[in-house]
């Protein structure tokens, strides 16, 4: 069970490369279901580790790299294929809160202090990352509908599914970005608190 969890991790990082280029060649759908995996992936191998208590210091590295990049990786290219303000200035923000919050970590680990996922009753970080695959899916799944679309298949229901899609984008982008200054705070008040223990 151990392996399978790694693996799923592993299958993440490697999926959030494999997406680059099947963007870049407008392979829309095999990125919109490459991204669907991972999504998955990220709850499944959580669950699976927890319930068979198979939780390793390697295994939860890979998965927060695979979190990360498979997210990270999918936000730049949407940023390419949309290069409009209210989806590249979101992006900025989330992407320098990532490099801001493994800024504190770093510093904690030459301390040999460890940064643990501050412990309140609303998660924003698990929040954020929720609706930023939510997101990424809608998006996604706005271009693969787009481009399977011909003039002659177009219709009133495919238009209205296209405009949700892409209304669900707009407003999930900007509430990861919500959800991730809400978390960096977070961190921010935990790093103070481990700050203090610093002699």
Same mark, same amino acid.
Request: net charge neutral; glycine share 2%; aromatic share 16%.
């Given at each position: 069970m151990k392996f399978f969890v790694n693996f799923l991790s592993a299958f993440r990082i490697a999926a959030s490369f494999a997406i680059i280029p099947t963007l870049m060649f407008q392979w829309?759908?095999?990125? &919109? &279901?490459?991204f669907l995996l991972g999504a998955l992936s990220d709850w499944f191998d959580g669950f699976l580790a927890r319930k068979y208590n198979v939780c390793t210091k390697l295994g939860g590295v890979m998965d927060h790299i695979g979190d990360k990049l498979i997210v990270v990786n999918t936000l730049i290219m949407l940023t390419v294929m949309m290069p409009v303000w209210f989806v590249i200035v979101p992006v900025i923000i989330m992407i320098a809160r990532e490099?801001? +919050?493994?800024?504190?970590r770093e510093f904690l680990g030459t301390q040999k202090i460890e940064m643990p996922v501050p412990k309140y009753r609303f998660s924003m970080g698990k929040i954020k990352t929720t609706f930023q695959m939510i #997101? +990424? #899916?809608? &998006? *996604?799944?706005? &271009?693969? *509908? $787009?481009? $399977? +679309?011909?003039?002659? #298949?177009?219709?009133? #229901?495919?238009?209205? $599914?296209?405009?949700? *899609?892409?209304q669900m984008g707009i407003f999930g982008i900007w509430f990861s970005l919500v959800a991730s200054l809400w978390s960096a705070s977070q961190y921010t008040v935990t790093f103070i608190e481990k700050l203090k223990k610093i002699k």
């Open positions: 829309y759908w095999v990125s &919109f &279901f490459l490099l801001y +919050i493994s800024g504190l #997101t +990424i #899916t809608a &998006f *996604l799944l706005m &271009f693969a *509908l $787009a481009h $399977a +679309i011909t003039p002659d #298949t177009i219709s009133k #229901t495919s238009l209205i $599914a296209m405009n949700v *899609l892409s």
